[in-house]
């Protein structure tokens, strides 16, 4: 089957199964995601958000104050 023929019969699929199939395929993409070199853009923001993350260990919110944060916006 070719890919535009796998793709053809995706679309006859409900929304819920391909959105299904999205997600088992984005698993499958992160597992290999190791393999992908990163942008140095995206690594030196990495670096910054590590570095920042050693210097402040202690700045950090639960997730109940992130909800009560985001829930108190008006």
Known sequence: MTRAE???EIQSWSVDDR???LYE???TIAVDAGVLPLS???QQLLEERMADDEANPDDVMTW???KASLKAQP
Do not use: G, K, Y
């Open 40 to 42: 140095p853009d995206v």
């Open 19 to 21: 959105l299904e199939l």
């Open 6 to 8: 796998t793709l053809a």
């Open 25 to 27: 395929m984005w698993d």
């Open 64 to 66: 109940e104050e992130i």
